[in-house]
């Protein structure tokens, strides 16, 4: 089951690691998406360190790691086809992230998350 | 939260799904469902409507109309004849740059346009001119709308027949449907397109009917930025200002000989004494197109150095973002004008020195049709 954090991302469970990637709704309130900055996998990252740089035709943002815990692969296809965001955003995933364990009972589902973007 | 004024346009923009933005003090739209990359595309491919109804129309009336605007224009302007328009600038005593504006001699009178967020200091400025009995009438009761693309000649001339004759900064008026517009052929896009001003209670059934043509698109501000950025195109307020020259603007070519040391028609406009001296020394620096390394957008703001590590900062990027139809980044910064084409600098990005490379502008050719 997908879960969603207040940064707009979705988390998918896959075993003992999170994939991680953007909603819909932020890939529209960021326009084109132009030009994402990946992390490298290996790194160690804090819960809400900014680890991905996506850019749009109109500005400049970040994605913040969800939980802590190690970058285990990136979505090497995205920086050259950054697109992929808009045109399909819950296929367009960024990292997977290896915490120590998995919990995602404190995210928001589906409903939790229509209901913050209305 | 201060109140923005809104076009004429406000609920077409809106029936079509356009995001609204603060812009000079105006609720605009900053782009519609297609998206700003699109919509950029589409203008470059087909014709793109843009509603530029902020923008300010101003009239001015009287003997001797363009001898008056030469005294606050560095342009060629009683030399502008009937049926053209032309290029300039307000310039301030410092030499410095009030604001940049289109003027068109209209035979009994002279129209100007000038950007939105300089409109009411402009007009004060024009009024000066009332003393050497110069009527300055803004106009209020007209919206003004931008269609641009190579396709914008075979849509007008359908709707206006006659337009199509019309060359690269020609200005004339026709009847459609019994109101008169006022028609230019240009724009600030790099693409061939018209500019046409139409009475206010007719501007939404005129719009309606260029979009209801195939080729027609509504564009936002979005697109408008990047279709000028590519043309090279400075925007009022980034790439100039108050205290920018002429000259560091690269907008040395709007000042002719004639208002040059030497010229018959030598100065005479706030500024000049600065102005002239900079334009026969040659600016020290000067307006100039960066091709960032890699896909990262280099922004207004951003800081150009000349090493790689340490170094000089040589300035700030003035504008900046993706082009689409370069298909990379694209930006301008003013800098020493010393650097020459193909030259490497380095933009600061996030702690990061990334590779710039000064390209000439335009980045992308403009079709005007001469």
């Not at chain 2, 129309?57 to 363009?66: D, N, S």
């Given at each position: 089951m997908l879960k969603y954090t207040e940064d707009h991302e979705w988390l998918k469970q896959d075993g003992d690691e999170i994939v991680v990637g953007i909603t819909a709704h932020a890939s529209e309130q960021l326009g084109d998406v132009v030009f994402i900055e990946l992390?490298?996998?290996?790194?160690?990252?804090?819960?809400?360190?900014?680890?991905?740089?996506i850019e749009s035709v109109k500005a400049a943002?970040?994605?913040?790691?969800?939980?802590?815990?190690?970058?285990?692969?990136?979505?090497?296809?995205?920086?050259?086809a950054p697109g992929a965001v808009n045109e399909d955003p819950m296929a367009a995933w960024f990292f997977r992230i290896k915490p120590a364990s998995v919990d995602l009972s404190g995210f928001m589902d589906e409903a939790g998350y229509q209901a913050l973007v209305g | 939260m201060a109140e923005f004024r809104r076009t004429t346009l406000y609920d077409l923009h809106l029936a079509r799904g356009a995001k609204m933005v603060p812009f000079a003090g105006w609720e605009m739209p900053v782009q519609y469902p297609m998206g700003v990359l699109n919509e950029h595309l589409h203008t470059r491919s087909h014709a793109g409507l843009f509603d530029v109804s902020?923008?300010?129309?101003?009239?001015?009336?009287?003997?001797?109309?363009?001898?008056?605007?030469?005294?606050?224009?560095?342009?060629?302007?009683?030399?502008?004849?009937?049926?053209?328009?032309?290029?300039?600038?307000?310039?301030?005593?410092?030499?410095?740059?009030?604001?940049?504006?289109?003027?068109?001699?209209?035979?009994?009178?002279?129209?100007?346009?000038?950007?939105?967020?300089?409109?009411e200091q402009d007009i004060a400025h024009l009024r000066q001119l009332e003393a050497q009995g110069i009527l300055v009438e803004p106009v209020t009761d007209r919206g003004l709308l931008a269609l641009q693309g190579p396709e914008a000649e075979a849509v007008l001339a359908r709707l206006v027949p006659?337009?199509?004759?019309?060359?690269?900064?020609?200005?004339?008026?026709?009847?459609?449907?019994?109101?008169?517009?006022?028609?230019?052929?240009?724009?600030?896009?790099?693409?061939?397109?018209?500019?046409?001003?139409?009475?206010?209670?007719?501007?939404?059934?005129?719009?309606?009917?260029l979009l209801a043509e195939p080729e027609v698109a509504?564009?936002?501000?979005?697109?408008?930025?990047?279709?000028?950025?590519?043309?090279?195109?400075?925007?009022?307020?980034?790439?100039m200002d108050a205290r920018t020259l002429p000259g560091e603007a690269g907008l040395g070519w709007s000042?002719?000989?004639?208002?040059?040391?030497?010229?018959?028609?030598?100065?005479?406009?706030?500024?000049?004494?600065?102005?002239?001296?900079?334009?026969?020394?040659?600016?020290?620096?000067?307006?100039?197109?960066?091709?960032?390394?890699?896909?990262a957008p280099i922004r207004e703001g951003v800081g150009i150095f000349d090493a790689a590590e340490g170094g000089a900062g040589l300035g700030k990027v003035c504008s900046?973002?993706?082009?689409?139809?370069v298909g990379g980044p694209v930006a301008m910064a003013v800098l020493p004008a010393g650097l020459a084409p193909g030259a490497t600098l380095w933009a600061e990005l996030r702690g990061k020195r990334i590779p710039v490379t000064i390209t000439p502008l335009p980045f992308h050719k403009p079709s005007y049709k001469r």
């Open positions: 992390p490298e996998v290996g790194r160690e990252v804090e819960a809400g360190e900014e680890i991905v740089v943002s970040d994605i913040v790691a969800p939980v802590a815990g190690v970058i285990t692969a990136v979505n090497e296809a995205l920086p050259d | 902020h923008m300010g129309q101003v009239i001015l009336r009287g003997p001797g109309a363009a001898e008056a605007l030469e005294g606050l224009v560095p342009a060629d302007i009683t030399g502008l004849a009937e049926g053209r328009q032309r290029y300039g600038l307000f310039t301030n005593a410092e030499g410095g740059i009030l604001d940049d504006l289109m003027i068109a001699n209209k035979g009994d009178h002279l129209l100007l346009v000038v950007n939105a967020a300089c409109a006659g337009a199509q004759a019309m060359k690269f900064m020609d200005v004339a008026e026709f009847d459609w449907q019994g109101v008169t517009l006022w028609v230019s052929r240009s724009g600030y896009t790099g693409e061939d397109g018209f500019e046409i001003s139409v009475p206010e209670d007719r501007v939404v059934a005129f719009a309606e009917a509504p564009i936002g501000l979005g697109a408008r930025d990047s279709l000028r950025l590519e043309a090279g195109m400075p925007l009022y307020g980034h790439d000042i002719p000989k004639v208002r040059r040391t030497g010229g018959a028609r030598e100065g005479g406009f706030p500024g000049a004494d600065v102005i002239l001296d900079e334009l026969a020394a040659g600016p020290a620096r000067s307006r100039m197109g960066l091709r960032p390394e890699g896909r900046g973002g993706f082009g689409p139809s």
